[in-house]
């Protein structure tokens, strides 16, 4: 059986979801007074599902990932890449009429 964070024990009953990460399950009373350490949890990347009467009501979520800054240099990136002899467009167009 999986046990909870020592710190979030008395919170949540933690079960493993069909993503295979951890789905906190509290009710609301319980998710009014203790949303900081909801929020904890969430910062961890798990999810949250608040309950009423046993019912799922509300489902808070980690927010999406920031998608990272690319590339810093394109022009020094580009640079670096190897040159193709024929081009690739060339390859792929070859390949092409060669299956026709």
Do not use: W
């Not at 990932?65 to 690739?88: E, H, S, T, Y």
């Amino acid at each position: 059986m999986l046990t909870p964070p020592s710190s979030f024990s008395a919170v949540v009953a933690l079960s493993y979801a069909e993503h295979n990460h951890f789905v906190s399950t509290v009710d609301i009373r319980k998710a009014r007074r203790t949303l900081s350490a909801l929020l904890d949890e969430m910062r961890k990347g798990r999810e949250v599902v608040i309950t009423e009467r046993g019912r799922p009501v509300a489902k808070l979520v980690p927010p999406d990932r920031r998608p990272g800054k690319g590339v810093p240099n394109l022009a020094a990136f580009c640079r670096k890449m190897p040159g193709l002899d024929p081009p690739l467009s060339a390859t792929v167009s070859r390949g092409r009429t060669e299956q026709r």
